[in-house]
């Protein structure tokens, strides 16, 4: 079974960055990859996605600060934010999905017993 592990997240000030990275243990044929991020009292909500023709999409409260990638040589999804805020205080969490990324950014998060999901990494960011 391949697993997901994020590093990455910390703390930092309001308008400083982060980049979140999402190491995979092995190969896996699933559609697209993704961030996702679950704040405190709410909903997990997908942020950004790619897929495997490297076209990518966001959410519309990170376009333009928030840039998703992918190492093929490293296996590993990465996250880089910029200009952070405060309401981007949650856990992120990365994933492989059988979901294209059209379905991915929409709530509720789709489900498959097939997707791999990460453990999850904290960012605070504090104003």
């Known amino acids: 079974q391949v697993q997901l592990a994020e590093s990455g997240g910390g703390s930092v000030q309001a308008g400083g960055s982060l980049k979140l990275s999402c190491a995979a243990s092995?190969?896996?044929?699933?559609?697209?990859m993704a961030w996702f991020r679950q704040g405190p009292g709410n909903e997990r909500e997908g942020v950004a996605c790619v897929e495997q023709d490297s076209s990518t999409t966001y959410a519309r409260s990170v376009k333009g600060r928030f840039t998703i990638s992918h190492d093929n040589a490293k296996n590993t999804l990465f996250l880089q934010m910029n200009s952070l805020k405060p309401e981007d205080t949650a856990t992120y969490y990365c994933a492989k999905l059988i979901w294209p990324c059209n379905r991915v950014l929409i709530r509720p998060v789709p489900k498959d017993d097939s997707d791999i999901w990460g453990q999850g990494t904290l960012v605070t960011v504090s104003s």
């Open positions: 092995g190969y896996t044929r699933h559609r697209s």
